[in-house]
């Protein structure tokens, strides 16, 4: 079926619908650099009210299976490629991303020309746009995109948070990740003090991998929703607090910067990415959204304190003003080698640090795991004092 994309800044695309044709998809269009992780990115809470344009050419090949999910279902507003693969083959496939999308009424646009669009969002920024598979009324289209709310102002973690508190368990689920699954299975029989670490985690939309990466050290793990006070929170005497990923724009969750304030003195905090740039915005920061964001598994980012180069997933569209930062307090520990931005820093005196980047990197290697091996030795040093 024929489909029209429109941006808000009047250009237009034509192409073919595939997944969900039932409808319309609505939201911020912007382009992801990684080859593969496809089902990881459709499914990762950080993309809510996006539509998400890969680059890579060719999407769909190895189908999509059950083990591969960052949530429960997909966030992502849309999907759209330069084609589409009808042809699936992979032993781990359970269906096709066709039937994938069909399932879950995620609209699909292939067939465009996806280098072009990619020059439009990196000249003229992310742009709000509409995929329609019915709509002839092109200008009415442009009108509608210009409609939708921008990301600036918007506060989607509390959209996309869990409704009320759980535990977590779930150890990695498949049997081809062996270098993981070894991992989970070592970290039971390495308690720490005695037990296993209490963790917190303050859910922003938090990605499934990062659960496990930290059950896998050792954790035990309660997950609350995003607006969960302070109080509640050091009232279950956590070891640590871990701030999650998540969609929309940081400076718009006031709540959780209050949170983060009243906990940065009391207990250990690790954050990533939406949870980089609140820590930052509860130690007095500042943020700002980026020109087209950064969306990709291949982004090099240098480790200041060590030199070392890592390769690494992302997808965020803001990041913290340095410049605003108290650098008396703070220490800027990466940056990323394509723009200079902030990629984490870390608390001079409390032992609290963030990075921008997904150190899970799912999808993408685990490069960055002594992240989490950092906050459990800052915990351990808090335990001993």
């Not at 800044?9 to 593969?36: K, P, Y």
């Not at 917190?200 to 969960?228: H, Q, W």
């Not at 009243?262 to 954050?271: D, E």
Request: with cysteine; aromatic share 8%.
């Amino acid at each position: 079926m024929k489909a029209t994309l429109a941006l808000e800044n009047g250009l237009i695309f034509t192409g073919e619908t595939f997944g969900w044709s039932g409808g319309d998809a609505e939201g911020e269009v912007v382009f992801n650099t990684s080859i593969t992780g496809y089902q990881e990115i459709l499914t990762d809470p950080s993309y809510s009210g996006q539509i998400v344009t890969m680059t890579h050419p060719h999407i769909g090949n190895y189908g999509v299976n059950n083990f591969d999910t960052e949530s429960a279902s997909p966030y992502a507003a849309g999907l759209i490629v330069k084609e589409y693969s009808q042809i699936y083959s992979n032993w781990r496939a359970d269906e096709s991303l066709d039937e994938y999308l069909k399932k879950h009424r995620i609209t699909g646009l292939s067939g465009i020309d996806t280098r072009m669009l990619v020059r439009a969002l990196r000249n003229d920024g992310a742009m709000r746009g509409v995929i329609s598979p019915a709509a002839t009324d092109e200008k009415a289209l442009v009108r509608r995109a210009q409609a939708i709310p921008s990301m600036s102002g918007r506060d989607l973690a509390s959209v996309v948070t869990c409704r009320k508190e759980y535990e977590w368990s779930q150890g990695e689920q498949t049997q081809y990740n062996l270098e993981l699954r070894e991992d989970c299975e070592s970290a039971q029989q390495l308690p720490v003090n005695g037990a296993r670490k209490k963790i917190v985690v303050m859910d922003f939309g938090v990605k499934r991998n990062i659960l496990r990466r930290l059950l896998a050290y050792g954790c035990e793990l309660t997950i609350v929703p995003s607006d969960t006070s302070s109080a509640s929170i050091l009232a279950r005497q956590p070891d640590g607090v871990f701030l999650s990923n998540g969609p929309g724009d940081p400076e718009a969750v006031t709540y959780a910067i209050t949170t983060i304030e009243k906990l940065l003195p009391a207990v250990p905090i690790f954050g990533i990415c939406l949870g980089h740039q609140l820590m930052a915005l509860a130690l007095g920061g500042k943020t700002y959204k980026l020109k087209f964001g950064h969306h990709g598994a291949n982004h090099p980012v240098k480790n200041l304190i060590t030199g070392a180069i890592e390769i690494t997933s992302q997808n965020h569209g803001f990041a913290v003003n340095w410049e605003a930062m108290d650098e008396k307090e703070t220490e800027l520990t990466h940056i990323n080698l394509n723009d200079m931005t902030v990629e984490g820093f870390r608390h001079r005196t409390l032992p609290a640090f963030a990075v921008q980047y997904h150190p899970e990197a799912a999808p993408g290697p685990h490069d960055s795991d002594y992240l989490f091996r950092r906050f459990m030795s800052l915990m351990e040093e808090k335990i001993a004092a």
